[in-house]
């Protein structure tokens, strides 16, 4: 069984002034963290999901994956800034340090948090909330750990998301 090593979050948070919809995971995977930028794992979902959903070509580098989540006015992060973690296993995470998300909620105009994953949003209800007071939406996963979750259930869960970019629908 693999150890749990102390992780910092290594790269920023992706976002504009005028980002509506705040997608936050957990922590960077290893493979994330080796390419510097989110959702990186070539298994991972995540890319296939928001190109399928925005109508968009599938970004691959990640400059283009930054400028597709921007020009459709979405940021992301992840919950935590430090923790031990036991390679990728959300469910290995101990002494967790969140991400400052109120101070980036401050600085646009964020109306919806949606968490990537069931970890997250209970990190993010427990860390996070208290200083936010804006309520997650739980999606599922886009890891390759969660294969039972099919790429149709995954594109349908995420089109939540889309009256919050069109500015049809607000949290509270």
């Not at 691959?60 to 940021?75: D, F």
């Not at 800034?81 to 969140?98: L, N, Y």
């Not at 208290?130 to 939406?137: N, S």
Request: charged share 25%; net charge neutral; aromatic share 8%.
């Amino acid at each position: 069984m693999q150890e749990s090593i102390r992780v910092t979050h290594a790269f920023s948070p992706v976002f504009r002034e005028d980002s509506r919809v705040l997608l936050l995971g957990t922590m960077p995977s290893p493979k994330s963290r080796e390419n510097g930028f989110y959702y990186s794992h070539p298994q991972n979902r995540f890319w296939p999901v928001m190109a399928s959903l925005l109508d968009e070509p599938l970004p691959r580098t990640p400059e283009e994956k930054r400028q597709l989540v921007l020009r459709h006015r979405i940021a992301l992060w992840d919950v935590l800034h430090s923790c031990e973690i036991r390679g990728a296993e959300d469910a290995s995470i101990r002494k967790p340090v969140p991400n400052p998300i109120d101070r980036l909620l401050e600085q646009t105009q964020i109306c919806a948090v949606f968490a990537t994953g069931q970890k997250a949003a209970a990190l993010y209800t427990r860390y996070c909330f208290p200083h936010t007071r804006l309520p997650v939406h739980t999606l599922p996963s886009t890891s390759p750990a969660n294969c039972r979750v099919g790429m149709e259930e995954l594109l349908e869960s995420y089109r939540e998301i889309l009256p919050f970019l069109k500015g049809e629908k607000e949290d509270e």
